[in-house]
C-alpha cells in the first residue's frame, strides 16, 4: 500500500459541504493511489461504513472514493480504514496510522461555522500607544494621574522602553492609525485587530474602566486645556483625567469619532477585531471605583467603597471590611485587576452580554472579538462554557458574521465543539513549532531547547498534534503569529540568545540577529494554514525582548523598508493562490534544518522548502502527492537568505512525481504550479 497518497482533510477538497447542518447530507472523499487498496471505510464510535469508489474523480494517479450520509444532531468523529490484501492502515488528523488516537479523528460538528472572510485573512494587530500619533492634542500628560504608585509620563516617540512601563505613553492613537490606512492596504491587510482600545488606565489598557467607550485619549474630540495638578500620591487632584473619562459629552464625542473609523475601515474593504478583556477589569473601573473617580463625579458609588453598592455582586471579596473594601479577588493576585463574578452575578453576565452585543452592532459594526485569558474567565469550567456559549450566540445574532477568537494555551476543542469560540490565538499550532524548529528559543526568550532547533520531524509531529484540536474552518482562521504583545519579537529569537530587558538591557535585543532566519519564519508564516496576523512592526524589523520591550514604538523613519517590501511581495504571492486561504497542507520533507510542504487545492498546487542550516541541501520532493501530473512545471516564485531575496522566476520540470532543487543556506524557497501553456 501506497500510504503515501492516502488523504482527507476537513477542507472543501474532500468534504462537501464544508459545514453541514443536522439533518443536511454530506459528502466526504478519501483518496488513494490508483487501483492500489481493496476497500475503504468510515469508522465512527456507532457505524462502519464502506466507500465506494468515485468514477468522476480517477486520474492517472489517484482513485477517489467516496460516501454521502446525513449528518446527526450531535457531534460525529470519524476516521478511515484502508484495506489493501492482508494490510490494513487507519488515517486520522495525523495521516496514516497503525492504531486512531479518539483525538485526532476528524470530525463534524453540525450547525458550526465559521465566517468566510476570516478563513485565510491577512490580520495586523495594534498596540495603539506604539503605532503611530495622530493627535497630539489627545495624548496623556506627564502627572495626569496616579497609576500602581506611578505618575504618569509622556514621553518621545524614540524613548527606549523602561521596565516599568504601563504608566508612559507615547502618543499612539487611532487618528495615527487612520493615517497609515493605505500603508497597511499596501501591505495586504484584510483585517484590524486592536490591543483594548476602551477607557482604561494604562497604555495597553487590559485594565478596562469602561467597557461602554472608547478612551478618548486615543481619538480626536475636544479635550480639556487646563494642566493636571500633577497628583504626587493619590489621584484627588486628577481633575483633567476624571472629567475626560466621565464627562458624558466626551466619551459620546470619542465614541462617535470611533464610528466614523469603522465607517472608513469598512468602506476599504478592511475588517476590525476589538480586544475583550472580561475575566477581570481594572481597579479604576466604574463598577469597583477604587480611585473614586466616580463617586467624586456624583456618579453611582462602587463596590470598593460601600456594600450596598448595587455592583456589590460583580465582585467577590472575602472580608466585610467596609468602607474601601480592599479585599475583592484579583486575578493571579493584582489587585489593579479585580476579577468579575461572571458566575456569581446574573446582573453581571447579562452586562457582558450587552457590550458584546454592542460594540458588532451599528453604528460601530465591529467584525469581531479577540477574548484576553479566555479559560480563566469565571470559577468554574461549566460556568466559563456556559457564559461563552451564551456570548457567541448573542454576538452572532447581533452581527452573524462576527468572529470570536479566544486567547488559550493547549486544547481548544472543549470549547469550538461546543459552539463557543471559533478558533484561538494559534500558539500550539504555530508560533511555538516555528520558533522551536528556527531557532531553538522559547517565545518569551526565557530558555534554549538545542534538541528542537532544527527538528523536522518534531516540528511536523508538533504541527500534526496541535492542529487535530482544531475542527474544520477553526484551523482557518485561527490567528498565526510569529510575535505579539506578551512574547518576545521573533527578530530578537534569531539571536538564539536567552534575556528579558531587565537582566540584558535594550540593546542586547537588536545583537546578533538572522534577517535570513527571519525570512523563513515571514514565509512560512504567510502559507502555513490560518489566518497570518503581523504583529505592528515586525514587518519593519521590529525587535525587542519579551513584554514590555515588545511594545516599542514603531519606527516611524527608521524602517527595514526591504523588509516591507518583503512583505508586501509575500501577501501579493497569497492573493494569488487560491489554496493559501483554503487549501490543504500536507507535509513533503523533514530533517535536520530541513521542512518542506505543500498547499493544494483543486486549482493551484504550492511547494515551501525551509532550509535553515548552513550548507546547500539538495532536496527531491514527492509533490505527485499534492496531484502535480508529471511533465508539469513549477515556476519558483521566490527564494530568500542572509543576503536578501529574488523573486526572479525558474521553471522547473517534475519527473517521476519529483521536484529537485538544490537550496541554498538559511533559505525559503516558493514553488507555485505554472498553468499557462499546459
Known amino acids: 500500500?501506497?500510504?503515501?497518497?492516502?488523504?482527507?482533510?476537513?477542507?472543501?477538497?474532500?468534504?462537501?459541504?464544508?459545514?453541514?447542518?443536522?439533518?443536511?447530507?454530506?459528502?466526504?472523499?478519501?483518496?488513494?493511489?490508483?487501483?492500489?487498496?481493496?476497500?475503504?471505510?468510515?469508522?465512527?464510535?456507532?457505524?462502519?461504513?464502506?466507500?465506494?469508489?468515485?468514477?468522476?474523480?480517477?486520474?492517472?494517479?489517484?482513485?477517489?472514493?467516496?460516501?454521502?450520509?446525513?449528518?446527526?444532531?450531535?457531534?460525529?468523529?470519524?476516521?478511515?480504514?484502508?484495506?489493501?490484501?492482508?494490510?490494513?492502515?487507519?488515517?486520522?488528523?495525523?495521516?496514516?496510522?497503525?492504531?486512531?488516537?479518539?483525538?485526532?479523528?476528524?470530525?463534524?460538528?453540525?450547525?458550526?461555522?465559521?465566517?468566510?472572510?476570516?478563513?485565510?485573512?491577512?490580520?495586523?494587530?495594534?498596540?495603539?500607544?506604539?503605532?503611530?500619533?495622530?493627535?497630539?492634542?489627545?495624548?496623556?500628560?506627564?502627572?495626569?494621574?496616579?497609576?500602581?504608585?506611578?505618575?504618569?509620563?509622556?514621553?518621545?516617540?524614540?524613548?527606549?522602553?523602561?521596565?516599568?512601563?504601563?504608566a508612559r505613553f507615547y502618543g499612539g492613537d487611532l487618528p495615527g492609525v487612520r493615517s497609515k490606512l493605505d500603508y497597511l492596504q499596501s501591505l495586504g491587510v484584510e483585517v484590524l485587530y486592536f490591543n483594548p482600545l476602551f477607557v482604561s488606565p494604562s497604555n495597553h489598557k487590559y485594565d478596562t474602566q469602561d467597557y461602554d467607550h472608547i478612551d478618548p485619549h486615543l481619538t480626536r474630540v475636544p479635550l480639556l486645556s487646563e494642566t493636571n495638578p500633577a497628583p504626587e500620591q493619590g489621584n484627588e487632584g486628577a481633575e483633567r483625567y476624571g472629567r475626560i473619562t466621565t464627562d458624558a459629552h466626551i466619551l459620546e464625542a470619542s465614541d462617535a469619532w470611533f464610528a466614523d473609523f469603522c465607517a472608513e475601515v469598512h468602506a476599504r474593504g478592511m475588517k476590525i477585531i476589538l480586544d475583550g478583556v472580561f475575566n477581570h477589569c481594572g481597579s479604576f473601573n466604574k463598577w469597583l471605583d477604587r480611585e473614586k473617580i466616580y463617586e467624586k463625579g456624583g456618579g453611582v458609588p462602587g463596590a470598593y467603597a460601600r456594600k450596598d453598592s448595587p455592583y456589590h455582586g460583580y465582585f467577590r471579596f472575602e472580608k466585610d471590611a467596609w468602607p474601601d473594601n480592599p479585599s475583592y479577588e484579583g486575578w493571579w493576585n493584582n489587585d489593579t485587576l479585580p476579577?468579575?463574578?461572571?458566575?456569581?452575578?446574573?446582573?453581571?453576565?447579562?452586562?457582558?452580554?450587552?457590550?458584546?452585543?454592542?460594540?458588532?452592532?451599528?453604528?460601530?459594526?465591529?467584525?469581531?472579538?479577540?477574548?484576553?485569558?479566555?479559560?480563566?474567565?469565571?470559577?468554574?469550567?461549566?460556568?466559563?462554557?456556559?457564559?461563552?456559549?451564551?456570548?457567541?450566540?448573542?454576538?452572532?445574532?447581533?452581527?452573524?458574521?462576527?468572529?470570536?477568537?479566544?486567547?488559550?494555551?493547549?486544547?481548544?476543542?472543549?470549547?469550538?465543539?461546543?459552539?463557543?469560540?471559533d478558533s484561538v490565538m494559534n500558539y500550539d499550532a504555530f508560533m511555538e513549532p516555528v520558533t522551536w524548529f528556527l531557532t531553538g528559543m522559547e517565545k518569551h526568550s526565557d530558555f534554549r531547547n538545542d534538541g528542537l532547533y532544527g527538528n523536522g520531524e518534531v516540528f511536523f509531529h508538533m504541527m500534526a498534534n496541535a492542529m487535530s484540536k482544531l475542527t474544520g474552518r477553526s484551523l482557518y482562521c485561527a490567528m498565526n503569529q510569529l510575535s505579539n504583545h506578551d512574547h518576545s519579537r521573533f527578530l530578537t529569537r534569531t539571536n538564539r540568545t536567552v534575556g528579558r530587558l531587565a537582566t540584558s538591557g535594550s540593546a542586547a535585543a537588536s545583537q546578533g540577529i538572522n534577517k535570513g532566519v527571519f525570512r523563513e519564519a515571514c514565509v512560512m508564516l504567510m502559507t502555513w494554514p490560518g489566518a497570518p496576523t503581523l504583529y505592528y512592526g515586525d514587518e519593519a524589523g521590529l525587535c525587542g525582548f519579551t513584554d514590555p520591550d515588545c511594545r516599542r514604538p514603531y519606527p516611524w523613519g527608521h524602517e527595514d523598508l526591504e523588509l516591507i517590501e518583503f512583505h508586501k511581495y509575500l501577501a501579493s504571492f497569497r492573493r494569488k493562490c487560491s489554496c493559501m486561504r483554503k487549501g490543504s497542507v500536507k507535509g513533503l520533507a523533514a530533517g535536520y534544518q530541513l521542512v518542506a510542504y505543500g498547499r493544494f487545492d483543486a486549482d493551484t498546487q504550492a511547494v515551501v522548502v525551509i532550509h535553515n542550516g548552513t550548507d546547500w541541501k539538495h532536496v527531491k520532493l514527492p509533490v505527485w502527492t499534492l496531484g502535480v501530473p508529471d511533465g508539469k512545471t513549477l515556476e519558483r516564485v521566490l527564494t530568500s537568505n542572509e543576503a536578501g531575496y529574488n523573486v526572479g522566476c525558474k521553471s522547473m520540470t517534475v519527473k517521476d512525481g519529483y521536484l529537485e532543487a538544490d537550496i541554498g543556506p538559511v533559505s525559503a524557497v516558493l514553488y507555485l504550479r505554472k498553468e499557462s501553456g499546459e
Open 1 to 166: 500500500m501506497i500510504t503515501e497518497a492516502l488523504f482527507h482533510d476537513e477542507t472543501g477538497l474532500c468534504r462537501s459541504p464544508e459545514e453541514p447542518r443536522a439533518g443536511e447530507p454530506v459528502t466526504l472523499f478519501f483518496r488513494t493511489a490508483k487501483d492500489d487498496v481493496s476497500a475503504v471505510y468510515l469508522v465512527s464510535r456507532d457505524h462502519e461504513m464502506r466507500l465506494c469508489r468515485d468514477k468522476d474523480r480517477r486520474d492517472a494517479r489517484f482513485d477517489w472514493y467516496r460516501i454521502t450520509l446525513t449528518v446527526p444532531e450531535k457531534l460525529f468523529s470519524y476516521y478511515f480504514e484502508v484495506e489493501s490484501g492482508m494490510d490494513m492502515v487507519a488515517y486520522d488528523r495525523t495521516g496514516s496510522v497503525r492504531r486512531p488516537d479518539p483525538q485526532h479523528q476528524f470530525r463534524i460538528q453540525p450547525g458550526l461555522s465559521v465566517p468566510d472572510w476570516a478563513c485565510g485573512a491577512l490580520m495586523y494587530q495594534i498596540f495603539t500607544d506604539r503605532f503611530k500619533s495622530g493627535d497630539g492634542d489627545n495624548d496623556v500628560q506627564s502627572g495626569e494621574y496616579v497609576y500602581l504608585k506611578h505618575r504618569t509620563e509622556q514621553v518621545a516617540w524614540d524613548s527606549e522602553v523602561q521596565g516599568f512601563d504601563v
Open 339 to 421: 476579577k468579575l463574578n461572571i458566575d456569581g452575578c446574573p446582573e453581571l453576565a447579562d452586562e457582558i452580554i450587552r457590550i458584546g452585543k454592542k460594540w458588532v452592532s451599528p453604528p460601530y459594526c465591529a467584525d469581531g472579538w479577540r477574548l484576553d485569558v479566555a479559560a480563566d474567565l469565571g470559577h468554574t469550567r461549566s460556568a466559563n462554557h456556559a457564559f461563552w456559549k451564551r456570548f457567541r450566540e448573542a454576538v452572532r445574532e447581533a452581527n452573524p458574521q462576527a468572529l470570536v477568537l479566544a486567547e488559550h494555551y493547549g486544547n481548544p476543542a472543549a470549547w469550538i465543539l461546543r459552539g463557543e469560540w
